[in-house]
C-alpha cells in the first residue's frame, strides 16, 4: 500500500488541533459515483459547493474546495470502478473522502507528477486527462491524504479549512 | 481596465446562446484561453471570459466551479440545449462567435489594453 500525504504550511497547527479534538461533524453527507459516468459527475462537488456558501464560506475556499472535490470526483469516475463521497462539515473545515472499488493505482508516485496520465480516448474527449488532476488537488487542498495499490480501493482525502 | 461584455460581442460577431437579461452587469478584466479543463480550474480567475472549442457539459460544470462568468466558443462551435440550460441554470453567459480563439483573445486584449 503506498501512502502519499501533503499538508500545507498554512494549515500545519489547524490540522493538528483537528487531529487532536477529533470533533463530531456539524453535517455528513454522502455521494455515489458512477463508472464513466460524466453526465452525472460533478454533481457531488457543486452540492457541496453551494452547501458551503449557503453556510457563508468565502468565495476564494469555495473555489479551493470546489477544484479540488471536482478533480477528484472526475477521478472516480474516470479511472474507477466506481465509489463513493463522504462529506463532513465542520465549523472550521469540510472534510471529503473519495473511496473508490479500484483498481487502484500501480505507481502512485507517477500519478502525482504534472502531465502524467493513464486516461483512456473518452476521458480525453471528456476534457480531461492532462495529467493535472493530483496535481491540482495538492494545489487547492490544506491537507491531501491518498492510500492505493494495485488491484485495491484507492482512498483520497481532502480538508479545506475556512 | 475592465469593459462590458457586450462590446466584445460587438466586435467578434459574437451570439449570445443564454438568456441576455444580464448583460450589462457582466463587466470582463482578463481572459482565459484553454481547451483543458483541469488547466482552467487550475490557472483561471474569477470574472475571465474563457475561450475554449470545447462544447461538453463539463465546461458548464467547470465555469461554475471557477466563478468564471462567461464562455465563449470559438469557430461557430454549438453547445447542445443541455449546455445552454445548465448555464441559464448557473447563471454562466455563453457567447458563440465565427472567429477563432487566436482572433478572439486578440480582440479582448484590444479591447482591455487600448494604446
Redesign the interface.
Same mark, same amino acid.
Given at each position: 500500500m503506498a501512502v502519499y500525504c501533503n499538508i500545507s504550511e498554512d494549515a500545519q497547527q489547524k490540522y493538528e488541533h483537528f487531529t487532536k479534538e477529533k470533533p463530531n461533524p456539524e453535517m455528513s453527507i454522502e455521494y455515489k459515483v458512477g463508472h464513466k459516468d460524466f453526465v452525472n459527475s460533478g454533481k457531488a462537488s457543486s452540492e457541496i459547493k453551494l452547501m458551503l456558501k449557503r453556510l457563508g464560506v468565502n468565495p476564494e475556499i469555495l473555489r479551493k474546495v470546489a477544484v479540488a472535490s471536482y478533480e477528484a470526483e472526475i477521478n472516480v469516475t474516470a479511472h474507477s470502478l466506481g465509489g463513493d463521497i463522504i462529506c463532513d462539515i465542520y465549523l472550521d473545515c469540510v472534510h471529503i473522502k473519495f473511496i473508490d472499488n479500484g483498481p487502484g493505482i500501480k505507481n502512485l508516485e507517477k500519478a502525482l507528477e504534472p502531465g502524467w496520465s493513464t486516461a483512456d480516448d473518452l476521458v480525453r474527449e471528456m476534457g480531461f486527462g492532462a495529467g493535472l488532476g493530483l496535481p491540482n488537488i495538492k494545489k487547492n487542498a490544506d491537507v491531501m491524504h491518498i492510500e492505493s495499490a494495485e488491484n485495491q480501493s484507492t482512498i483520497l482525502q481532502i480538508i479545506v479549512f475556512y | 481596465m475592465s469593459v462590458n461584455i457586450n462590446e466584445l460581442i460587438r466586435r467578434i460577431d459574437g451570439e449570445v446562446l443564454t438568456k441576455a437579461d444580464q448583460l450589462e452587469q457582466i463587466k470582463i478584466s482578463d481572459g482565459y484561453v484553454s481547451? $483543458? $479543463?483541469?488547466?482552467v !480550474?487550475?490557472n483561471a480567475k474569477?470574472h475571465q471570459v474563457w475561450i475554449t472549442i !470545447?462544447k461538453? $457539459? %463539463?465546461?458548464i460544470?467547470?465555469a461554475? $466551479?471557477? %466563478?468564471m462568468s462567461c464562455v465563449c466558443f470559438a469557430n461557430n462551435v454549438s453547445p447542445d440545449q443541455a449546455v445552454i440550460d445548465k448555464a441559464n441554470e448557473e447563471g454562466i453567459c455563453l457567447i458563440k462567435s465565427p472567429f477563432s480563439t487566436f482572433e478572439i483573445a486578440g480582440n479582448l486584449y484590444q479591447l482591455l489594453h487600448k494604446g
Amino acid at each position: 500500500m503506498a501512502v502519499y500525504c501533503n499538508i500545507s504550511e498554512d494549515a500545519q497547527q489547524k490540522y493538528e488541533h483537528f487531529t487532536k479534538e477529533k470533533p463530531n461533524p456539524e453535517m455528513s453527507i454522502e455521494y455515489k459515483v458512477g463508472h464513466k459516468d460524466f453526465v452525472n459527475s460533478g454533481k457531488a462537488s457543486s452540492e457541496i459547493k453551494l452547501m458551503l456558501k449557503r453556510l457563508g464560506v468565502n468565495p476564494e475556499i469555495l473555489r479551493k474546495v470546489a477544484v479540488a472535490s471536482y478533480e477528484a470526483e472526475i477521478n472516480v469516475t474516470a479511472h474507477s470502478l466506481g465509489g463513493d463521497i463522504i462529506c463532513d462539515i465542520y465549523l472550521d473545515c469540510v472534510h471529503i473522502k473519495f473511496i473508490d472499488n479500484g483498481p487502484g493505482i500501480k505507481n502512485l508516485e507517477k500519478a502525482l507528477e504534472p502531465g502524467w496520465s493513464t486516461a483512456d480516448d473518452l476521458v480525453r474527449e471528456m476534457g480531461f486527462g492532462a495529467g493535472l488532476g493530483l496535481p491540482n488537488i495538492k494545489k487547492n487542498a490544506d491537507v491531501m491524504h491518498i492510500e492505493s495499490a494495485e488491484n485495491q480501493s484507492t482512498i483520497l482525502q481532502i480538508i479545506v479549512f475556512y | 481596465m475592465s469593459v462590458n461584455i457586450n462590446e466584445l460581442i460587438r466586435r467578434i460577431d459574437g451570439e449570445v446562446l443564454t438568456k441576455a437579461d444580464q448583460l450589462e452587469q457582466i463587466k470582463i478584466s482578463d481572459g482565459y484561453v484553454s481547451d $483543458l $479543463l483541469s488547466d482552467v !480550474m487550475g490557472n483561471a480567475k474569477e470574472h475571465q471570459v474563457w475561450i475554449t472549442i !470545447m462544447k461538453h $457539459l %463539463n465546461v458548464i460544470a467547470v465555469a461554475a $466551479l471557477a %466563478n468564471m462568468s462567461c464562455v465563449c466558443f470559438a469557430n461557430n462551435v454549438s453547445p447542445d440545449q443541455a449546455v445552454i440550460d445548465k448555464a441559464n441554470e448557473e447563471g454562466i453567459c455563453l457567447i458563440k462567435s465565427p472567429f477563432s480563439t487566436f482572433e478572439i483573445a486578440g480582440n479582448l486584449y484590444q479591447l482591455l489594453h487600448k494604446g
